[in-house]
């Protein structure tokens, strides 16, 4: 009867700790790691993050696997110029995609030769120091940054190879309602609303990346030798704020 009751009370706490991470999952935080360098210079490859689910309020892509709960957004909240935000990317509603918001619902926004103009006025953008990468092959790769001014005064560092690549141009849309305009910091090395992502609906954000919890070089040194180990790891990065 004993181990019969021991067994019992195991399963139980099983049960509530499931319950309790889903629950944490769903309605306060969730980890993400950074896949690409479409974020460059402000989120690495390599780079984990805490997302709040609660900033925007919830839709359907706030629960595990977007469980169909509802329709629409609960206890909504627009999110702001220069937010960096995760969400389901619109064409499957299943890959997760992480962006910064340039453009509102309403907003007209358009690119020229690399320069940004939303409602008809060009952000302001002053170049700083070139940002250096090695890339997965070990070549070292230099970029543009520039510290861009989005309308509500946030400011942001961005990339360019030049202001003459291939989606340094994009005619003036209109965001509908209900939609985002997002793009990435790497700005011709992105596939965002200027590309295949298009406007993303409100309902498909999962919510606002908060702070970096770990972070590693996953082309320094090896897993499989941990003498390496201290070189993989991003100290400086860790517990630091998202811009």
């Known amino acids: 009867m004993e181990k019969e009751e021991s067994m ?9 700790a499931i319950l309790i991470a889903l629950l944490i999952r769903s309605f306060w935080i969730e980890p993400f790691k950074i896949p690409s360098g479409s974020m460059y210079p402000n989120l690495y490859v390599g780079d984990f993050l805490f997302v709040s689910k ?8 706030s629960f595990p696997f977007s469980f169909p709960a509802f329709k629409g957004r609960i206890w909504a909240d627009e999110p702001q110029y220069g937010d960096v935000v995760v ?3 619109p064409q499957d509603n299943r890959t997760d995609f992480i962006k910064r918001v340039v ?12 320069r940004l103009y939303i409602n008809g006025k ?10 250096v990468l090695r890339n997965a092959y070990g070549k070292t790769e230099r970029f543009h940054q520039y510290e861009e001014t989005l309308p509500n005064g946030k400011k942001h560092t961005i990339l360019e190879i030049s202001d003459d690549e291939s989606e340094d141009n994009f005619t003036e849309v209109t965001i509908p309602e209900g939609h985002l305009f997002l793009m990435g910091d790497n700005r011709d090395r992105s596939n965002d609303s200027r590309v295949s992502v298009g406007f993303v609906p409100m309902e498909n954000l999962v919510g606002k ?11 320094e040194g090896a897993w499989y030798k941990p003498w ?16």
């Open 8 to 16: 019992t009370e195991t399963i139980k706490t099983i049960v509530y």
């Open 54 to 61: 609660y900033t925007y309020g919830y839709s359907r892509h």
């Open 87 to 89: 969400f389901k990317f």
């Open 103 to 114: 453009g509102l619902p309403g907003d007209k926004v358009k690119l020229e030769k690399g």
């Open 122 to 131: 060009l952000l302001e953008r002053s170049e700083i120091e070139n940002f």
């Open 209 to 219: 990346a908060r702070f970096l919890f770990f972070s590693y070089d996953p082309d």
């Open 228 to 243: 390496t180990w201290g070189k993989k790891i991003r100290w400086s990065r860790i517990f630091s704020k998202i811009n």
